[in-house]
């Protein structure tokens, strides 16, 4: 029998690429899907706090497995923020370019540029919490470089490589990005379940 399990999302390509992981022992649900058009409310202090809001509102409202996911950038010299505040960081507008200018004034004539991007997803599988984690570590670079992607991949360039999430092609980003850390930890788990 196929298990429904429901991601607290709207965002479909995200839960196709996931669907596709898991296969087919759990059939993914998205927001829209159940019928669920709320506001869902995003107002703790932190990644695993936002994930676990997301999820439980679902639990609880619709009494089904689900999961959520939060992500935010953290930059060492600015002591972890934007963090959990990363999409509407410069304002409430979540002006990603705005976001970017915040950041680069922020750390102008800063040396440490050490930031890391953090994925925590909260999953409620018969009424018990799982937190699933992913980091990508790297640095901030003081102009923007590149293209693709979105939020602030023009500014940051994973530990390793020579390009900025914004230059590399999708595809490769999507391969080594903390939410597909974070993702492949939650699979290997609903996988261990078989
Ligand atoms: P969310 O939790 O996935 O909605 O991410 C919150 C915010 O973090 C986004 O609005 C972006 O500003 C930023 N963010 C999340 N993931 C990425 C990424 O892969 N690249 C750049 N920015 C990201």
């Known amino acids: 029998m196929t298990n429904e399990l429901i991601f607290a999302t709207n965002n479909l390509h995200k839960l196709t690429e996931i669907q596709h992981i898991i296969g087919d022992s759990f059939s993914l649900r998205s927001l829209q899907q159940i019928g669920c058009f709320d506001d869902i409310p995003e107002t703790a202090p932190t990644l695993e ?11 609880e409202k619709y009494g089904k497995n689900c999961f959520a996911d939060d992500t935010g950038l953290e930059v060492e010299a600015l002591d972890g923020r934007p963090g959990v505040y990363s999409a509407r960081y410069a304002s409430d507008g979540h002006d990603f370019e705005a976001n970017i200018d915040k950041i680069l004034n922020e750390l ?21 919490v799982h937190y699933f984690e992913g980091i990508v570590n790297g640095e901030i670079i003081s102009e923007r470089k590149g293209s693709k992607g979105f939020g602030y991949d023009p500014v940051f360039k994973p530990l390793g490589y020579e390009n900025t999430f914004a230059e590399m092609p999708l595809l490769e980003k999507n391969k080594i990005s903390h939410r597909a850390l974070a993702v492949n930890k939650l699979v290997d788990f609903l996988n261990s379940l078989k």
Request: net charge positive; proline share 0%.
């Open 49 to 59: 706090g936002n994930a676990l809001l997301k999820a439980q509102y679902i639990f």
């Open 108 to 128: 102008e004539g800063v040396n440490n540029r050490k930031a890391r991007f953090r994925t925590v997803i909260a999953l409620i599988l018969n009424s018990s």
